[in-house]
């Protein structure tokens, strides 16, 4: 398990079986039981807390990482890893989060890939 990677998790009601965009860093998933991500929706609203994601980031059909959505769950319930975000997407994702958080360093600032 890695930071940016998509994965297929089995959560708990109601969110059930769904992708999710992992966002912990790459160090705590040796030491943590639970870890941060994002929900993946199929549920797309064009607003500046979602990132698109399409066949090139493994789905079959288009949805977006929903950063509103933001949870820490078990790594059980992490089933199957997806793919993993090209490192060209990874600014989008951290704008995104700004906007959830009202972060306006992350939103109005360039903020490097990595």
Known sequence: ??????WWAELPQPAGRRPVLLLSR???YEVLNRVLAAEITGTIR???VEVTLGKAEGMTKPCVVNCDNLRTISKVHLVERVSR????RIREVKRA???A????ELISATV???
């Not at 975000?85 to 060209?88: E, H, Q, S, Y």
């Not at 958080?101 to 306006?104: A, K, N, P, R």
């Open 46 to 48: 064009h607003i500046p």
């Open 85 to 88: 975000l090209a490192p060209g």
């Open 26 to 28: 790459d160090d705590a």
């Open 101 to 104: 958080l009202c972060w306006e």
């Open 1 to 6: 398990m890695k930071q940016y990677e998509i």
């Open 97 to 99: 989060v700004g906007y």
């Open 112 to 114: 490097s890939p990595q």
